[in-house]
């Protein structure tokens, strides 16, 4: 894995998207989202939009042994209708841990996971029955896979969003039970 730039934490406002969202196994993923990739960079240049950008991976729900619940989409600079497969949204404002890589994800997603861990943070997460729910992990695809089809040249920005911490007013201190 290369660092292109390091952990760190950032602030996003909510940004618009259409996407693709399907459940998957774990095993085959990466075959589906370039699928689903292909499908939507068509998909984008039959409506005529230019500006949008970047595309990502946006994982819903995680089971490493089990179904994926996930999304292939790309950011648009204004809400689009989208259609009965292709679907708009939002990826939702807040604080994202962020790391910035070259080629292997599951080592970059082991280490953004780590610094989390060690920075004392904590994710915008939660468990049911069939994996781990995230408020907000993507990756979007900082190199366009238009332009450049090796997966192990794209830079790609791993974000995770954090748990949103209370609120305190300049008057108000934080008092322990």
């Avoid at 179904?67 to 689009?80: I, R, S, Y």
Wanted: some cysteine; overall charge negative; aromatic content about 6%.
């Amino acid at each position: 894995m290369d660092v292109v730039e390091p952990t760190r934490v950032v602030r996003h406002e909510a940004r618009t998207c259409v996407g693709i969202r399907v459940v998957t196994p774990f095993r085959g993923m990466l075959g589906k989202r370039n699928e689903l990739l292909d499908e939507l960079i068509a998909w984008v240049a039959d409506q005529g939009i230019d500006d949008a950008g970047p595309f990502f991976l946006r994982l819903h729900v995680i089971d490493m042994s089990g179904p994926m619940d996930l999304e292939v989409g790309v950011l648009t600079p204004t809400a689009l209708p989208g259609d009965e497969r292709v679907r708009p949204g939002v990826l939702p404002s807040g604080r994202y841990a962020t790391l910035t890589y070259r080629n292997h994800s599951l080592r970059a997603n082991r280490a953004l996971l780590d610094w989390v861990a060690d920075q004392g943070l904590t994710l915008d997460r939660h468990e049911i029955a069939t994996g781990d729910v995230f408020g907000c992990r993507y990756e979007a695809y900082r190199t366009d896979p238009r332009t450049e089809p090796r997966k192990t040249r794209w830079e790609v920005e791993l974000s995770m969003r954090l748990a949103d911490e209370p609120e305190i007013r300049p008057h108000e201190t934080r008092r322990r039970p």
